[in-house]
Every structure is written in C-alpha cells, then in structure tokens.
C-alpha cells in the first residue's frame, strides 16, 4: 500500500502531503550532483565556493543566524527526483538561501525506507536526518543507547511551531527510555479523530447500476461485494495489507483493536482482547468467501492500481488520498472523473448502530537525526523546520512563493491560480515534495477560500465535505493517548503479528487459540514486563 499509514487533517491544504505520497521512485540511493551511494553525514563547516556564493546573499543570512554555510544529508522517499542540481526550482534555491545550507538528497523509496534506514543505521551511514516510521520502542531504545541517534536540544523553545507539538502528552509520553526526545513528530491534525485516514472506495456506478444501497451491516456488506463481483466478474474486496482490512472494514468490530484497552481493570494490547480474535474471524469469511483478494498478502501487491483499472469493485485505502488519484484514475479512465464513478463508503455500524472514528496519534511518523550529526546542523534543521510549521512557511508549501503565487489577503490568501485547472505546484517547485511533508503534515489550518477548479480541489472538496459528516455523527474512539504513548515505547516481545494474522486468515487454525499461544509467547519475552510497567503507572486511567 502506497499510503502512509495515518496521516489526516480533513483540509484542501493535505492535497499537497496526498500527492506527496501517491508514487514512489527510484530504489537506489541518489544525490545532488551525483553523491552516490554513501548517505553518511556530510562533513561539518563551509564547503564549495559555488555553494557558498549561491546561499549567502539571503538578508545577511538571517541577520547571521545562519552565518556559516552548511551542506546537510537528508533522506526521505523520493527525494532525488524532487532536489536535482540542475532543475529549476525557486523554492529550493528560495529556502536553500533563507537557511545559508545545501541540501543534500539521499533517496529512498516509500517501499524501502525501512529496510535502508536500518541497514544505514547498522553501517553507520545514517544521513544528517531521516524520514522514519518508528519513534518509539525497542529500535529507537537501542539507537539511542548506542548513540545511533542524536536527541533533541533540552532547550526547544527557540523554535515554538515544533515546540507546541513536541510538549503534547502523546509526543512527550513517547520519550526513549533515557526519557530524552528524539524525534519531530511530522504532526496530522489537531485531534486524533482521523476517520479519513481508513475505510473503503467503491464503485459507485456499478452500485447505482446494480440498485445497491450503502451497507449497515457486515452481511450486507457481504452482499453488496458479492453481487458486484459476480455481475462484474472482478474481485470484491482488494488490498494491500492486512493491518488496513481489519481497521478499515472491521473497524467498529474493535474500536480500539490496535490499542492499549483496559479489561477487567487491567491495561494490555488491543490484540489480547476476543474483540480482535472477531476481527480475524470477520476477514477470514472474506477470504474463504471469494471476496478478498487472493493477493492481498503479497509483498507489492499493487490493489491501488487493481480498483483504477476497472478489476475490483472496492479498495481498502486511506480515503483522504483519494486527491491523488484522478490521475491514476484518468491513465485507466480517458476522459472519465473519478467522482462520477467512485465514492468513499460509509463505515458500517457497531452492533449498537454507532460508528466510532478510527484514532490516531496526532503525528504519524518523525525526523530523526544521525548521532554523528554536528549540534549547528541539527540547529539549522530544526530552524528550517520551525519555519515549515510556522504559518509562513504552510503557506509557502501550499500555494507557491508570496508575490509569484499567492498574494497576503489578512490572515488568508489570495491564490492566484485558484482557476488554472490544469496548474500544479509540484511540478513548478519539484522540492516541494519535501518542504511540504518534512516538518508536518498540516497545521489544521486553511488559508485560503474555496477550492482549485482542478480535478483535485474537486476531489478535495468532496473529501473534506464526507470527513466533516462522519466527524459530526461519529463517536471518539474509546482510546486513551497518554496511556499509549508510554505503552508504545515500551518492548511488548516484538512478535510478527501481522504475520500470524495472516496466516489466520488463508488457514483454517482455532484463532482464539493460536491468539493465545501467541500472546504465551510474547509474555516471556518482554510483554509482561510492559503490562506491569503500564498498570503501575496508570493504576487509574481510563
């Protein structure tokens, strides 16, 4: 699944992150001028007389904040087809001259950036800083001991836009064991009701064509995919992982399944409950019954690309992204609107009829910084992003320069290619790719009236307008953050859940029982231990 996996402010302006993540490039690791395969931190300390000629001009570098010119390795996916030497970009040499540094692109894929994070992590070729998933538990526990990574400043007030997101409880409960911070949060909206960030996209013709109506039970659900299936002759149900199956179509099963739940006064994972063996249960009767993709389990399964091309009737995915999807939706589809043909499928209800919206942290993900990095390179890293967050800087990221783009209109803006259908910002700033999700996500704000004429702003429009409905109806999801901050950081016996969940699925194994031998298994190789931890400091909560 190209998709991140929880990333949601409900906003025009996450059309810009959306697209960010709709494709993936290169495996290979790439950058500027050809800096090759070795990602390591670049050296401290001016460097070349072209660098420093182009990047020193900037008001006397910020009034000599940044006096002394800085080259900074930085890894996130795709990069090295978003920063290039040789392509125009006046935002990158804009940003590269504000902050007096050259940034050097190490690449990654949104398919690989695991893998080779750890690999350079374990070579000790970690760039300046990294885009990563993990910034809690046992990996980051022992990159820090080791001194793998660099922890933030004690002193994070000469930058409040990160400032206000690092001190929230369930940035700051997710501290290492040394109980120092070692991440950015890349931040998702200003709640962690996120009902946008999991569910299904259907084809909405083919029901209307077929007189199906929105399903309100799992059985129904059952039905509406059979029917399309048998009718269509295409698969049901397909998808690219199971994690996204049970949170995206079993989600009121288990409303909290991947959480911290209290039972019986005692706090312990989500998995440990009998609503989680429900969910297993659910996705194996898909499976068995011809619905769910046989593929879904495959290493690149491409199910994205299965439902454009006409070859499902319905796609477990991150409906928020649907604004980066007309035109994978047009190469498919000459000449067609995805908003003619598909729509964001209404959750199915809880036995209760409630629909509990999915949850999250405020953040997914972070930027991390090597442990060989200089204290003035993490300075200026921090300064940059402190900008990115900043009001200035969203604006930036989402409409182009001041005076190219946009005009200030008070607090808003005034877009001026609010009408230009075919205009996108990406392609005239490629490195904004970067700028627009290396700090946050989004700051929850919206800067602008209305939406693009383009076929994206419509898209986006009709995702902001369906998340705002299921805001209002929906109920919180019955998670408590503080108590998953501390319990996400803690070893739970880093068992390959996913994996045995998978093998439940295609098998026919007792799933209350293979779960409990499972969860055997992970008490005695450090889940005990982190539900005792837990319960001895949450004795209360709720």
């Known amino acids: 699944?190209?998709?991140?996996?929880?990333?949601?402010?409900?906003?025009?302006?996450?059309?810009?992150?959306?697209?960010?993540?709709?494709?993936?490039?290169?495996?290979?690791?790439?950058?500027?001028?050809?800096?090759?395969?070795?990602?390591?931190?670049?050296?401290?300390g001016a460097d070349s007389s072209s660098n420093t000629n182009k990047n020193t001009n900037a008001n006397a570098a910020e009034d000599d904040l940044f006096k002394d010119h800085l080259d900074i390795s930085l890894a996130f996916y795709d990069i090295a087809t978003s920063i290039k030497a040789d392509q125009p970009d006046p935002m990158l040499q804009m940003i590269e001259q504000k902050f007096n540094i050259t940034i050097k692109p190490v690449n990654e894929s949104w398919g690989d950036y695991g893998d080779r994070t750890k690999l350079w992590a374990a070579s000790g070729q970690l760039p300046d800083a990294f885009f990563f998933d993990q910034t809690s538990g046992d990996l980051v526990n022992q990159w820090a001991d080791q001194g793998i990574i660099k922890p933030l400043p004690d002193d994070m007030s000469p930058y409040p836009n990160l400032k206000k997101y690092i001190d929230l409880p369930d940035v700051a409960?997710?501290?290492?064991?040394?109980?120092?911070?070692?991440?950015?949060?890349?931040?998702?909206?200003?709640?962690?009701?996120?009902?946008?960030?999991?569910?299904?996209?259907?084809?909405?013709?083919?029901?209307?064509?077929?007189?199906?109506?929105?399903?309100?039970?799992?059985?129904?659900?059952?039905?509406?995919?059979?029917?399309?299936?048998?009718k269509k002759h295409v698969i049901g149900l397909t998808a690219g992982g199971i994690g996204w199956i049970r949170e995206s179509v079993f989600q009121n099963i288990n409303p909290a399944s991947a959480w911290w739940q209290k039972v019986n006064g005692q706090w312990q994972p989500g998995w440990m409950t009998d609503g989680y063996a429900e969910q297993i249960a659910q996705i194996r009767d898909l499976y068995q019954s011809g619905l769910l993709d046989k593929d879904f389990a495959l290493p690149n399964v491409d199910a994205e690309n299965k439902f454009m091309q006409g070859k499902a009737a319905a796609l477990v995915t991150t409906p928020k992204t649907m604004n980066a999807e007309p035109a994978l939706w047009n190469k498919a589809n000459p000449n067609s609107s995805i908003l003619d043909h598909v729509k964001i499928l209404n959750p199915v209800p809880a036995s209760d009829g409630k629909n509990y919206l999915y949850g999250y942290f405020d953040y997914w993900s972070g930027t991390l910084f090597s442990g060989t990095a200089s204290d003035a390179k993490q300075e200026r890293l921090l300064a940059l992003m402190d900008w990115l967050a900043s009001p200035?800087?969203?604006?930036?990221?989402?409409?182009?320069?001041?005076?190219?783009?946009?005009?200030?209109?008070?607090?808003?803006?005034?877009?001026?290619?609010?009408?230009?259908?075919?205009?996108?910002?990406?392609?005239?700033?490629?490195?904004?790719?970067?700028?627009?999700?290396?700090?946050?996500?989004?700051?929850?704000?919206?800067?602008?009236?209305?939406?693009?004429?383009?076929?994206?702003?419509?898209?986006?429009?009709?995702?902001?307008?369906?998340?705002?409905?299921?805001?209002?109806?929906?109920?919180?999801?019955?998670?408590?953050?503080?108590?998953?901050?501390?319990?996400?950081?803690?070893?739970?016996?880093?068992?390959?859940?996913?994996?045995?969940?998978?093998?439940?699925?295609?098998?026919?194994?007792?799933?209350?029982?293979?779960?409990?031998?499972?969860?055997?298994?992970?008490?005695?190789?450090?889940?005990a231990d982190a539900i005792k931890a837990v319960n001895d400091k949450y004795p209360d909560e709720n």
């Not at 059309?15 to 401290?44: H, M, Q, R, Y």
């Not at 016996?493 to 969860?519: C, S």
Request: proline content about 4%; hydrophobic content about 35%; aromatic content about 8%.
């Open 1 to 44: 699944m190209k998709r991140g996996q929880t990333f949601a402010a409900g906003i025009a302006s996450l059309a810009l992150a959306a697209t960010l993540l709709a494709g993936c490039g290169s495996n290979s690791p790439s950058g500027n001028e050809g800096t090759g395969s070795v990602p390591a931190s670049s050296n401290d």
């Open 173 to 230: 409960g997710a501290a290492a064991a040394d109980g120092k911070n070692y991440f950015i949060p890349r931040m998702l909206a200003n709640r962690n009701e996120l009902p946008m960030d999991r569910g299904i996209e259907i084809r909405k013709d083919w029901m209307d064509e077929l007189g199906l109506q929105d399903p309100t039970t799992y059985d129904e659900l059952k039905n509406v995919l059979k029917t399309i299936a048998d």
């Open 392 to 527: 200035e800087g969203q604006k930036v990221t989402r409409y182009g320069l001041q005076g190219v783009d946009w005009e200030p209109n008070g607090d808003m803006v005034t877009n001026k290619h609010q009408s230009e259908k075919d205009f996108d910002l990406m392609k005239l700033y490629p490195s904004n790719n970067v700028f627009s999700a290396l700090a946050i996500w989004s700051d929850g704000n919206k800067y602008v009236e209305g939406y693009p004429a383009t076929e994206t702003g419509k898209v986006q429009e009709y995702i902001d307008n369906v998340e705002a409905e299921q805001l209002q109806s929906g109920e919180k999801p019955p998670i408590n953050w503080i108590v998953n901050a501390f319990a996400s950081s803690l070893s739970t016996g880093g068992g390959d859940l996913d994996a045995l969940v998978t093998q439940l699925v295609i098998g026919k194994e007792d799933i209350k029982a293979a779960m409990k031998k499972y969860v055997d298994e992970q008490m005695g190789l450090g889940l």
